[in-house]
């Protein structure tokens, strides 16, 4: 259970790659409770409640991924984590955030995750 609260919070950072990942799939979470709700209330089942509120949860927990890691991602930037709150200016908040977590390289590139593995002599 600490692991999975540990990964929950916004503390350390996140690079290039983790935050496109979490993006991705927290834009997927996101957004897959709408059209599933547009067919419960459609269909005016009684089971549509329990799984609304499923997939509301769902969409909160897509947003709160999204949000940790962009401000795990400023940090690795060096840059302040208030700039999360970028992302309630719609649309150039949304591509401001999109340019500099996605494009920009890590402050530190010690903290660069290598794909080369160095060989032992």
Do not use: H
């Not at 499923?54 to 700039?83: E, H, K």
Request: hydrophobic residues 55%.
């Amino acid at each position: 259970m600490k692991a999975f609260l540990k990964w929950l919070s916004p503390r350390g950072t996140a690079n290039r790659l983790d935050w496109w990942l979490i993006t991705i799939v927290s834009a997927f979470l996101s957004s897959l409770p709408f059209p599933i709700a547009i067919l419960l209330l459609m269909e005016k089942e009684l089971w549509g409640f329990p799984v609304q509120l499923l997939l509301l949860i769902l969409m909160a927990f897509g947003i709160w991924l999204s949000l940790r890691v962009t401000i795990q991602r400023y940090r690795d930037l060096n840059w302040s984590p208030w700039l999360t709150l970028i992302y309630l200016i719609p649309y150039a908040g949304w591509i401001f955030i999109w340019l500099t977590c996605g494009f920009f390289p890590s402050a530190d590139p010690k903290k660069v995750r290598s794909r080369v593995v160095s060989k032992k002599a």
